[in-house]
């Protein structure tokens, strides 16, 4: 059974992630590289074991995060199944089937349309929540601020001084806390781009049998 530091070391994959983060800079993306998909593993792992999954539950949580962007080498559109598929094509014969349709349906689901997002497995859930609370001052690439200023992923991103997951399990819920320079952006445009990302988020806490909250500045919202 592999594990996520092996998946980390292996080569095909970090090449994998290295070009995803070329390609996405070149483009003037934010960052889908190695420091995201350090993250959103690191960050599966945690909500697993808050949630009190298996050890190997988690670690395929994990897996599926580290992997989940490593498609954007190839094209952005449709990078979700471009991974998933890259997956299987690496790893087809070091996973029992049932792992690796997991890792693949949790890689693909990541960046489904609204109606087409179904959760299939804790890992599915979990890797939303990880992917889609990443939001961060460093994740912006472009460093000349009228091109941060130009644009609204890039300004809500650089306006997010931290961002992290609070897990209340006996409370059951699932809180996204932020703090944003309001002297940067208004709070309306993080909503302006992510409404859409917090229903996914509230979506999968659900399914893990959570509600979800919302804290910006210290202000409840959800
Ligand atoms: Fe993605
Ligand atoms: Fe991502």
Redesign the pocket.
């Known amino acids: 059974m592999l594990t996520l530091t092996q998946i980390k070391k292996h080569p095909q994959i970090l090449e994998f992630i290295k070009q995803t983060e070329l390609t996405l800079a070149e483009l003037s993306y934010t960052d ?1 590289g190695f420091r ?1 998909a350090n993250l ?1 593993a690191e960050r599966a792992g945690k909500i697993a074991k808050e949630i009190g999954l298996s050890q190997r539950d988690g670690e395929i949580a994990a897996i599926a995060g580290f992997c ?2 490593m498609g954007n080498f190839l094209s952005r559109s449709y990078h979700n199944y471009f991974g998933a598929l890259l997956f299987q094509q690496v790893f087809g014969n070091d996973f029992n089937p049932k792992e690796l349709v997991i890792i693949m349906q949790t890689i693909a689901n ?1 960046d489904k349309r609204k109606k087409e997002v179904s959760f299939a497995s804790s890992a599915s859930a979990i890797v939303i929540l990880a ?1 889609k609370s990443d939001v961060h001052r460093s994740r912006v690439i472009v460093q000349k601020m009228e091109e941060i200023k130009a644009d609204i992923h890039d300004r809500v991103n650089y306006a997010t001084r931290s961002s992290r997951l609070e897990i209340d399990k006996n409370k059951k819920r699932i809180t996204l806390i932020l703090r944003i320079d309001t002297n940067f952006v208004p709070i309306m445009e993080y909503f302006e781009i992510f409404t859409n990302r917090m229903v996914f988020c509230r979506r999968a806490a659900e399914y893990l049998g959570y509600d979800f909250g919302l804290v910006i500045n210290k202000f409840r919202l959800l």
């Open positions: 889908h995201h959103v989940h962007d990541h992917d």
